[in-house]
């Protein structure tokens, strides 16, 4: 029943407050999150092995992002929270986070500190699924829980033949290891995945990166790509995201969206034009330098619309204000800027040194996602240019409501 004090409406202001507790519980995670990426999570292999990595669960393909890249036993993928945000695995075997065995089931410690169990994410047969050139799907494809999968189409760059490679990247050095063997995927084979995924319900998004290379083989890389999908599929359009560098030539834009391509993310890193000098040379000296890559991200959002037009920022190697006055210009051009949680990695050249502190990223994505939430933005259009939900995904869906109760759910694309 109803009780009001004065005019004031009692039950009202208890669900009020449970949604309040509830929106600060999703919110203590995305921290979580947020520190688990800085810290990684290491675990006892004698655990880890019970748990069914690499036949109930999928493992980690990608490796670059672990603290030790080589490892004699499968990672995980990834897990979800006790709270329902996904938590891209990383390993630190040094980290206070551990992963132990409670009765053959997975949980979170911190240091002595049980934070809860976790669910890692499931693995279907078709990563196994053999292609006709003999690769297996996931040689070509990364599948990810949104429903979503990516093709990291070479796993080197070409920047590293100049000596300019991006500070913050390990592209090269970690090509050639476990799960990153060298060979350009073919369009064939990508337009093969992609029909598989789709059969499987993991192609409601595609995206579509790799390392520098020369503009016009890139171009014509991703028109051949979206020709075999739009072949095999019958599909006019492509839900999915070409990451592209910035071309010399702007018009080259209009190409990928008359290829079917729904979105495109183009990366500035830095938006300070001095540090993106800096960390950035072969960025800053192949592609017309820091104005042109604004200028490209601009005319993309023209072409290809609002919320269909991705940057990022190496979050973390920039002052905080830097970050948020390139996000709010790129939103004010209907572009989403997301800025990612510098990791500083293994065989990059900023390799040993520190990401600020978990609550400084925090801040930047609480900001990042008002910023988005002011300019229009909606959840979807978040998904469009990035298909995997990160900090700031999860911070706009938690801010937008889209809880229920003290858990996120998972979001799926449409297929
Ligand atoms: S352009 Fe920079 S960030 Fe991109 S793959 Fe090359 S080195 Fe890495």
Known sequence: MTSTLGDVNVEFLEAEAATDSARETLLKEVELKIDLGIEGVSFDPVDLRKFGIGTDYLEQQHVGMNKIL???CLLPHGFYLPHGLFFPFRWDPRSQYRLKEESGKPVLFRSQERVGA????????????KLSTGHTFNQIATLFTE???????????????????????????????KHREIFIKTPQQVG?????????????????????????REVEYYLDVADEIKERTGLDNIVGTA????????????????????????DIEIWDKNIFKAICPGK????????????????????????????NIVGGLEPKDSTLEGIEFFASKGALCFASVWQPTVGS??????????GWHF???????????????????????????GPIHDIFRIFAGENEGDRLPRWRFPQ
């Open 147 to 177: 429903g979503s999968f990516s093709v990291c189409y070479s796993v080197e760059c070409s920047l590293q033949d100049k000596g300019e490679d991006c500070l913050f990247c390990n592209i090269n050095t970690t090509a050639g290891l």
């Open 349 to 358: 050249a900023l390799e040993g040194h520190r990401t600020p502190e978990t």
């Open 118 to 129: 976790v669910n890692f994410f499931e693995r279907t047969p078709l990563v196994d699924y």
């Open 284 to 311: 800053d000296k192949r592609n017309g330098g820091w104005e042109h890559w604004v200028d490209a991200i601009v005319y993309a959002a023209e072409v290809f619309g609002k919320g269909n037009v991705r940057s």
């Open 70 to 72: 080589d490892s004699d």
């Open 243 to 266: 990451v592209i560098g910035a071309p010399l030539d702007l018009k080259v834009i209009d190409k990928y969206k008359e290829a079917g391509y729904s979105s495109v993310a183009i």
């Open 363 to 389: 801040d930047l994505a609480q900001k990042i996602a008002t910023i988005y939430k002011q300019y229009g933005f909606t959840t979807r259009d978040l998904f469009n240019t990035i298909n995997r939900s």
């Open 192 to 216: 093969e995945a992609y029909v598989l995924a789709r059969s499987a319900g993991f192609a409601g998004h595609l995206n579509l990166t790799g390392g520098f290379v020369p503009e016009r």
